[in-house]
């Protein structure tokens, strides 16, 4: 008797355990957020965060991949490849035309010199560049920086040969003369200078023109809004443990984009943690995003890139720019 109580005992407490355990909502393991970025050092404390755990850390899954083509990268996110992408302003108003449906909602970097025309030894000055050819990655960003350029000198674009050229290009295009200048950056630009090259022009002299941001498609901000702020949460760790460790910065960026570590130089980056990324998004900022984007869409429409004005007052969400818990490194 006293087996059979034994035995109905043990059946009762599995059941109840099974019944308790059944009584717990099922957790859907969510897929990694998919998120691109070119080889630009500005993209460091994105990488840290990745390899760091930072991001698991927060909460969210993140899979990183580097392009090399800024054109393969906006044709992957359109394709559907990515859920998000590092890219600049300019970059975001031409994308968004084709893409309405996407949002930044962080701003990485300003680049405070990063950005460089470099040009062979015999072009001394910006109007020595009169009837050259000067290579830029056209249609981008870096039509309008080129552009800028020219006309701090009252020149045009009309005084050149534009000539659409990748800045990872413009080493070899300048050593083989296919264009006397170009705007590139590093790794690319060490590479230019050991050629002969020099530095004619830097976006240290257009300040607040050139942003990096990270961008979503709208789908996913309104379907995983949690995971967008763990990834905002994961990036500013990242810059944190970048600010306590260079030199580990600069090793873990090596070994991502697989370029040297000799070549790797945060000079001229600006990278915008949480105050300075909500003052981008205030409206009576100076450096409102807002105004500046409206200055690159301006350029676009007369260009000829784009046919119609992206809505810039739904092209930014800074809803996910809120202090995190702790930022230790």
Same mark, same amino acid.
């Given at each position: ?9 043990? +059946? ?42 930072? +991001? ?20 992957? +996110? ?19 035309? !084709? ?83 170009? &705007? ?13 090259? &020099? ?45 306590? &460790? ?28 949480? !105050? ?14 807002? !105004? ?21 007052? !739904? ?15």
């Amino acid at each position: 008797m006293s087996k059979l109580l034994n035995y109905i005992c043990i +059946f009762i407490t599995c059941w109840l355990l099974f019944a308790c355990q059944s009584s717990q909502p099922l957790k859907v393991k969510r897929p990694p957020l998919k998120v691109s970025c070119v080889p630009f050092v500005g993209y460091t404390p994105l990488i840290i965060a990745q390899e760091k755990g930072f +991001f698991k850390v927060q909460g969210v899954e993140v899979e990183l991949s580097y392009v090399d083509y800024s054109q393969l990268q906006d044709a992957d +996110f359109s394709a559907g490849k990515y859920d998000g992408m590092g890219l600049t302003l300019g970059d975001l108003v031409i994308l968004s035309a !084709t893409n309405p449906d996407m949002q930044a909602v962080m701003v990485l970097d300003e680049s405070t010199g990063a950005d460089v025309v470099v040009a062979q030894s015999n072009i001394k000055t910006i109007p020595n560049l009169k009837g050259k050819k000067l290579g830029a990655n056209l249609g981008s960003f870096s039509e309008v920086f080129v552009t800028e350029m020219l006309k701090a000198f009252k020149l045009t674009s009309d005084d050149v040969s534009l000539v659409k050229v990748e800045p990872l290009e413009v080493p070899n295009r300048l050593q083989n003369n296919a264009i006397q200048a170009g &705007h590139t950056w590093e790794p690319y630009l060490s590479e230019a200078l050991k050629l002969g090259a &020099h530095i004619l022009f830097t976006s240290k002299q257009t300040p607040g023109l050139i942003l990096d941001l990270v961008a979503f498609r709208g789908e996913v901000i309104r379907d995983r809004p949690e995971d967008i702020r763990a990834f905002v949460r994961g990036w500013l760790q990242g810059l944190s443990y970048l600010e306590a &460790h260079i030199p580990e910065g600069k090793e873990i960026v090596s070994k991502a984009f697989k370029i040297p570590i000799k070549t790797i130089s945060f000079d001229g980056i600006d990278f915008t943690e949480l !105050t300075k990324n909500q003052k981008f998004f205030q409206s009576d900022s100076p450096n409102y995003i807002s !105004t500046t984007a409206k200055k690159y869409a301006d350029f676009f429409i007369r260009a000829g890139n784009v046919t119609r004005l992206p809505n810039l007052e !739904t092209l930014f969400n800074s809803s996910f720019l809120t202090p995190p818990p702790s930022l230790k490194p």
